[in-house]
């Protein structure tokens, strides 16, 4: 049972344009959701996050939306870089499960020039 | 850089074998976590460790275990390694609970 869900396993933009990756969970106990970009050969590097008490947050060219009645986030990347080019993994834990991340399977976004 | 460093980088063993990976945290981060990424698939939770401590267990098979020492390091112990245990192996630590994870570089296993 996948409790988080990234429908798209890849995603192809031009450079300058927006990037938009989507994820969609199951579990309603989730209450903080999060990020993580992953290059080749390295590990996830955290991107940003989101708590459910909010519905947007933004850190610079990355902006992370919250809709909690459809169980739904998504990440905009504005505007998107030849180095954003990598796997987008969404994330989400929930306080009763001492914030284990649950991930999804990742979107592989291609930026091109 | 995340700080958290993981050894090997790359292992390759037979079935059959034991092998240990190796999580070093970030300074001052309390809480260790560990996570399988097999072919086509996410990141799968195993295990997390807080100041020594088992916290959570994900689906982490019998034949694993881990533990965490009193200087906050980590270690993942992997026994009678079948084919299917090859994978990346991550370790990712926080200075809490909740607090955001940052991971290491992983450890790519294979078995052969």
């Known amino acids: 049972d996948q409790q988080v869900k990234q429908n798209s396993p890849s995603l192809s933009v031009q450079e300058g344009r927006i990037s938009i990756l989507n994820c969609d969970y199951t579990?309603?106990?989730?209450?903080?959701f999060l990020w993580y970009k992953k290059y080749p050969a390295e590990g996830p590097t955290f991107l940003i996050s989101?708590?459910?008490?909010?519905d947007k947050n933004e850190d610079g060219r990355f902006t992370v939306f919250l809709n909690k009645s459809a169980k739904h986030l998504s990440l905009h990347i504005v505007p998107s870089q030849p180095g954003d080019s990598a796997v987008y993994f969404c994330?989400?834990?929930?306080?009763?499960?001492?914030?284990?991340?649950?991930f999804g399977k990742g979107t592989l976004l291609t930026v091109n020039p | 850089d995340s700080g958290v460093t993981q050894t090997p980088k790359h292992l390759i063993t037979a079935t059959g074998q034991r092998v240990t990976l190796r999580c070093s945290p970030r300074?001052?981060?309390?809480?260790v976590y560990w996570y399988q990424q097999s072919l086509d698939q996410g990141l799968q939770f195993l295990i997390q460790?807080?100041?020594?401590?088992?916290?959570a267990k994900g689906n982490i098979l019998e034949r694993f275990s881990a533990q965490q020492f009193p200087d906050l390091h980590s270690e993942l112990n992997l026994s009678s390694l079948e084919l299917g245990d090859s994978a990346l192996y991550f370790c990712?630590?926080?200075?809490?609970?909740?607090?955001?994870?940052?991971f290491g570089q992983g450890t790519r296993l294979t078995v052969v």
């Open positions: 989101i708590s459910s008490i909010k």
């Open positions: 300074s001052g981060d309390l809480s």
């Open positions: 994330a989400a834990s929930a306080r009763g499960s001492n914030y284990k991340l649950t």
């Open positions: 579990n309603s106990m989730f209450d903080y």
């Open positions: 990712a630590s926080s200075v809490g609970v909740g607090s955001v994870a940052f």
């Open positions: 460790y807080y100041n020594g401590e088992e916290r």
